[in-house]
């Protein structure tokens, strides 16, 4: 599903670059400012959806602070703020600031690859001075509904002190709302039931945040924070023709979340060779939920209240033993927090839920150490070890204490086959990090699997990854990369069934209850082929035209813990693929351009149940830039031209899939509408 936050869109336009310096040594490629000359870019996200051969990664959402990052860096160092969108900081830095973009390959001495092989610096401008930016924009729906929004961005400094704030709000919406027929079929093919299904799903979502730096005993300290509210609501209907009696089936699922966050980070150099970083961060989020399911008289409410917080220090030690080696050495801690409260009442009588009341505690710590070496200017070698030590324990529903330990090494190379030619390799152990999300019950009730446990008993997954890849560059501005990579896992997290006793307190009788839930359901492997492509129009006989592509191939298999039977991940797309085109007519003040996403499909393995969800068509958005005054710009796109579909199939048993036999198939085939979006923004100061 696509969600659109009117705020979170940002002008993706691409023009054919000028030419750029040769590549430097240690990996390094330049994009100084003057390489987007002509083109309608306006500050870092922008400006990196041009550079060739790059894919921007905006990290994972993990606990801790090494496994979250992205693949860009800023001045050299990572942004400190975790819940702030690495897209959403980028989009903050504008053009005026910045002086060049390099891009390392492979890496370099002095550079934290942070894990990637590719990685990307925005390196800005020294001095102050004021700078601002005010966006207005709307979305409008195609059933009468809009999305408006705001942004102010504010900030200054005299080039030693330098301080910026952000405050913004944008309604958003999830595809806008779906609608279509909702039929289930019989195993023998006749029809049971038929109806009409109507979603939406829209809310708002408000965020203060602010930023300051300036010296501090010998070094810089820099202080951040985020204040972040979000509601939301989902609201599904099916009225029933057939059979006629059947009535009307709705579920309506609100939440609101509030999130905190303030950071500290502390640089520090000890001469020319060796520098000091210190990180301080901490998180606290509020979740509240119900859902609740009323269909024929009867009523299904479930209600779940969770806080989450997060504690994160880390301080790392790096030094430049010389032009072509350098170290890390450093250390990371993490106090993480969960408490979840749940419940769920069939008809106003309270019923059984598994792990629905626990607290959940986990101490971390991680050493590490790392080294960047070039033996050969056409080489580069990129290794780390890593030692995770943590300790998880849960009360309440239920109890346990377990301790993990982890080595994760880590060995990288970079080979220059040719100036314009580089081949990558990489060796990796890595561990997954246990979801908190995994750890307490949820509903999913329009899809009738009704509630599913928590299980704060699972192990991380763990995994040897191998991977591969050549990049080839052209014409000075074209890139193709093609990456292989293959994961042997174990302790995969999937879905299985857990069983409770009871008695049931309408009979007196004892009776037992099945429910689904996170588990871990042993060893598989998982191959993945990435090939990315940027293609600049010049050649072709005409200027200012670029073309980019992503495409993800997968392919896994893991043993089904219900059937012992080979399948492929859960919720794993075999397939995805994406095209970008843009084209600047610079004479006229004008960008266009259009996007264009695949369709994807799904598959989701319970114990009693199979859901196949797959969006046919593609995902079309067309757009033009105007730029009405040198400072201002009026973007207008219009999204889902070929309105795009979603399907859902779910085959339910009458119990386990082993031995149980198809109930039902569930089908609905939904089809969301076209949106027209308009934003102005406007750029002031120096």
């Not at 999204?639 to 198939?665: C, H, M, W």
Request: charged letters at 25%; a neutral charge; aromatic letters at 10%.
């Amino acid at each position: 599903m696509l969600i659109a936050t009117v705020l979170a869109q940002a002008a993706v336009a691409a023009a054919p670059p000028a030419a750029i310096a040769p590549p430097q040594t240690q990996g390094v490629i330049s994009y100084p400012v003057t390489f987007f000359a002509g083109q309608q870019v306006a500050n870092a996200a922008e400006m990196l959806a041009r550079v060739p051969g790059f894919t921007l990664d905006t990290g994972n959402s993990v606990r801790g602070f090494e496994g979250a990052a992205g693949n860009v860096i800023v001045d050299g160092a990572r942004p400190t703020s975790k819940t702030d969108n690495l897209e959403e900081i980028l989009r903050r830095i504008p053009i005026s600031q910045i002086e060049r973009i390099d891009v390392i390959r492979g890496g370099a001495p002095g550079i934290d690859m942070q894990g990637k092989t590719v990685i990307a610096n925005v390196v800005r401008k020294s001095g102050g001075g004021f700078r601002g930016l005010f966006a207005v924009a709307n979305n409008h729906l195609w059933d009468g509904r809009n999305m408006h929004g705001m942004r102010l961005e504010l900030s200054g400094g005299d080039g030693v002190r330098t301080w910026e704030g952000v405050a913004r709000y944008g309604y958003g919406n999830d595809d806008g709302g779906q609608f279509g027929p909702r039929v289930r079929f019989a195993p023998d093919g006749s029809i049971i039931r038929e109806g009409r299904h109507d979603s939406e799903s829209d809310g708002l979502q408000q965020i203060i945040s602010g930023a300051y730096s300036q010296p501090l005993l010998g070094g810089r300290v820099s202080l951040n924070g985020r204040l972040f509210w979000d509601s939301w609501k989902s609201e599904e209907t099916t009225v029933y023709s057939r059979p006629a009696d059947l009535g009307v089936a709705n579920d309506v699922n609100p939440y609101d979340e509030f999130q905190r966050e303030f950071g500290l980070r502390f640089n520090r150099d000890f001469g020319p060779k060796t520098k000091l970083e210190v990180v301080a961060l901490r998180t606290d989020q509020d979740y509240h939920t119900y859902d609740l399911f009323t269909f024929r008289g009867d009523t299904d409410d479930y209600r779940n209240t969770r806080d989450i917080s997060e504690t994160i220090g880390r301080t790392v030690l790096k030094h430049q033993w010389s032009p072509s080696l350098s170290f890390e050495l450093g250390g990371e801690g993490a106090f993480n927090k969960l408490d979840s409260r749940a419940k769920f009442f069939h008809n106003g009588v309270a019923e059984p839920l598994p792990a629905a009341n626990v607290t959940v505690e986990e101490t971390r710590g991680e050493v590490f150490g790392k080294a960047i070496w070039r033996p050969a200017a056409a080489w580069t070698i990129d290794g780390s070890l890593r030692f995770e030590a943590s300790k998880i324990s849960s009360d309440g529903d239920v109890m346990l204490e377990k301790k993990l330990q982890f080595f994760k090494p880590r060995l990288a190379a970079s080979w220059d086959v040719r100036p314009d030619t580089q081949l990558r390799v990489r060796l990796e152990r890595t561990v997954g990090q246990l979801d908190f999300d995994d750890f307490v019950a949820g509903t999913d009730f329009t899809a009738g699997t009704g509630v599913s446990a928590g299980n704060p008993d699972l192990n991380p997954e763990r995994a040897w990854v191998g991977e591969a890849a050549i990049e080839q560059r052209f014409w000075k501005s074209g890139a193709v990369t093609v990456t292989f990579r293959h994961s042997e896992l174990r302790d995969v997290i999937d879905r299985g069934p857990v069983t409770i006793k009871r008695v049931n307190p309408q009979t007196g009788l004892p009776e037992v209850l099945t429910f689904d839930q996170p588990t871990n359901i042993g060893d598989g492997t998982k191959d993945e082929l990435i090939a990315t492509f940027t293609l600049p129009s010049d050649r072709m006989g005409w200027k200012g035209g670029l073309l980019r592509g992503e495409l993800n191939k997968r392919w896994s298999k893991v043993t089904d813990p219900t059937t012992f039977e080979s399948r492929t991940i859960s919720k794993l797309r075999p397939l995805e693929w994406e095209v970008h085109y843009s084209q600047d007519l610079p004479q006229w003040g004008l960008a266009v351009g259009g996007d264009y996403y695949s369709g994807w499909s799904q598959t989701s393995y319970r114990y009693n149940f199979v859901s196949d969800v797959k969006l046919h068509n593609g995902y079309f958005v067309t757009w033009v830039e105007k730029r009405l005054q040198p400072q201002t710009v009026l973007r207008v796109e219009v999204a889902n031209l070929f309105e795009r579909g979603i399907r859902f199939n779910t085959r339910q048993y009458d119990g386990p899939r082993s031995d149980g036999k198809l109930l039902y198939v569930d089908d609905r085939d939904l089809k969301p509408g076209q949106s027209v979006y308009i934003r102005v923004r406007h750029t002031f100061g120096a």
